[in-house]
């Protein structure tokens, strides 16, 4: 009599965007089409629509029938990126799920990479690097310091915080399980900074998978240096407010005296290298970003920066 041996259970991934009037849409899905699938996995891509009406769904049954993964279309007409977000973590079964935003396209060993960073760390997400591509038309300062491209930051060897834009999460793990992202920032934007930083604060362990590269154009509409500042602005805002909420009293205080300094000593800077634009601008940004930091620690609310541009405009992280 032979003995039946048992089948291994597949590893399931998610693969989640969230889109709101996004034409690169159609680009993003295309990559997910193209990956390199790990071994004896099985991975599902799920679509969550932020748009009043919907949108997205024409194209994205279009495009599944040209995708070898099963697609899931979900429709939440709110204008707000953390109800999409939320909607993808609750959409999804699978052992891991992996974000990319619905303006780029995934390398062909995107998801590989995630995955073996994911078994090799045991962590609870792991972060990829989104790098930028600049137009002709881009300034010649703006290219030559890449100032769209994601990277995480470390601190003191670990890393404290994370975005949406290129990152996988282990669904099982117990610091995940009920975490969502905050819809009073859904608007504003720094939802996934606040997701990751408290993710850490519970004690999770965020890792890097430098292998795991996502490719985002830089429309012209951000090729500028007034989209930077209010990107940077509301950065240290998000931060700003999550420091107050760590700290409080007097050490909030303290903190917003050391954003300050921090802040005019980036502006001295700046007049320093007047002559050199990336470097000029560079600290600028800099101290735009503690500027926002000493908002965010005052409770001045984030700037509103979603929900209501034209069709193609819109970010999603």
Not at 102 to 124: I, V
Not at 153 to 179: C, D, H, K, Q, T
Not at 305 to 312: H, L, N, T
């Amino acid at each position: 009599m032979t003995m039946r041996q048992d089948l291994p259970v597949p590893l399931r991934i998610d693969v989640c965007i969230c889109t709101y009037r996004r034409r690169e849409l159609e680009d993003t899905l295309l990559s997910i089409g193209a990956l390199a699938v790990p071994p004896d996995a099985v991975v599902r891509v799920i679509v969550a629509d932020n748009d009043a009406e919907p949108s997205a769904r024409e194209l994205v049954y279009a495009l599944a029938a040209r995708l070898p993964f099963d697609v899931i279309y979900v429709h939440c007409p709110s204008s707000n990126i953390s109800i999409a977000r939320n909607a993808c973590l609750e959409s999804a079964s699978g052992d891991f799920i992996a974000f990319i935003d619905d303006d780029s396209t995934a390398c062909p060993q995107w998801l590989a990479a995630l995955t073996s960073a994911m078994n090799a760390t045991g962590a609870d997400a792991v972060l990829g690097p989104v790098d930028a591509i600049y137009s002709a038309h881009a300034p010649g300062w703006m290219r030559r310091g890449d100032f769209h491209s994601t990277r995480p930051v470390f601190v003191e060897g670990e890393i404290r915080a994370g975005y949406s834009g290129n990152v996988m999460l282990r669904r099982s793990s117990p610091r995940l399980r009920g975490r969502r992202f905050n819809l009073a920032l859904g608007r504003s934007g720094g939802e996934d900074t606040e997701y990751f930083t408290r993710l850490y604060q519970a004690g999770g362990n965020i890792a890097y998978a430098p292998q795991a590269v996502v490719i985002e154009p830089v429309p012209e509409a951000r090729a500028c240096f007034s989209w930077l500042a209010q990107r940077r602005f509301r950065s240290g805002q998000t931060h700003g407010r999550l420091l107050g909420a760590m700290r409080g009293g007097s050490a909030g205080l303290g903190a917003i005296g050391m954003a300050m300094a921090k802040a005019a000593y980036c502006f001295a800077l700046a007049a320093v290298h007047a002559a050199n634009p990336q470097k000029r601008n560079g600290s600028i940004l800099r101290g735009v970003m503690h500027a926002g930091v000493v908002g965010g620690l005052l409770g001045v609310h984030e700037i509103r920066q979603y929900g209501e541009e034209p069709a193609g405009k819109r970010n999603a992280a």
